[in-house]
């Protein structure tokens, strides 16, 4: 799909389930709009790897075996949104995560972005990507992974050619724990329980769109495009 860099396309905040598709459509998105893709995960790691004032405090929390509090998170997340290359848009990479953490952003973009013109007056387009329960099982449990080589097979949409043998390196694949049924179950209503408040903060302000992920990645794909130009188009006649 060709790339389009002519327009100021906002923030996007992707929600979705495990193996409903987010890294994928984040990456597609990234490459056709030329915008940065903000990982809250990375962004913890490299204020830690760089010892920063925010990173040597998060190391001291992690030490403890405590969580990252939340006005640790908005900070590095600010400092981030705030390098010039977020000026067109950017896309959110789990965040966030609750209900307050949409409303601060929502608050921080409404301060932050909406006096500045280069930057762009729209909140986030925010689209849930809804997949099947069975099909995320499929997705999800049916994985296998070459110990070698790393490369990833998936028994009901991607099988190996010899039944749990790498097709590179002919090593016997293996099921991560992270793949075991009762795993994958644990961690969709885990998602479940987390990620509902967000879709229903934004959805109890007329902003949550969906896309169907049932469907091909490529018919997902357009369908994502298609609501972020959409997006971007009405909040330029704003």
Known sequence: MAQETSRN???VVLLGAPGAGKGTQAKRIVARYSIPQISTGDLLRDHVARATDLGRIAKDIMARGELVPDDLTYDMV????RQVDCEPGFVLDGFPRTAPQAGWLD???ENEFF???KRGKCLPVVIQINVNYNELLHRLAGR???PTCGRIYNVHLQSPRVADTCDVDGSRLIIRDDDRCEVVEARLKAYELQTKPVADYYWSRGRLLTANGDLPVDEVTAQIFRAIE???AGS???
């Open 236 to 238: 330029g006649k704003s």
């Open 78 to 81: 600010a400092q981030r949104l």
């Open 107 to 109: 608050a921080f973009l």
């Open 9 to 11: 396309v906002g923030p």
């Open 115 to 117: 006096d500045n013109s």
């Open 144 to 146: 296998r992974t070459c």
């Open 230 to 232: 959409n997006h971007a």
